[in-house]
């Protein structure tokens, strides 16, 4: 049984890293979703300043696992 080709392990490489980078994409749309429905029920007075808090929040967070992804997988 042979070893399979540094092509074959570059491809499953890749896939898995695709598929991280898709789950967190995910997860924070997720997390971002829900966190303006909460808002919207109990802040709806100051709905906007936390809309635009929370989208900085989460573009910093966002950049922060795409670095991560890229440099640890």
């Known amino acids: 049984h042979r ?6 392990l570059y491809k499953v490489y890749t896939q898995n890293r695709y ?3 898709k789950a967190a994409h995910i997860y924070t749309l997720i997390s971002l979703y829900i966190t303006i ?8 007075r100051y709905i906007y300043i936390y809309i635009y808090i929370y989208i ?3 573009i910093y967070i966002y950049i922060y696992i795409y670095i991560y992804i890229y440099i640890y997988i």
Request: cysteine-free.
């Open 3 to 8: 070893p399979p080709p540094p092509y074959t």
């Open 19 to 21: 598929i991280v980078y």
């Open 37 to 44: 429905v909460h808002l919207q029920r109990y802040l709806y």
């Open 56 to 58: 900085y929040i989460y």
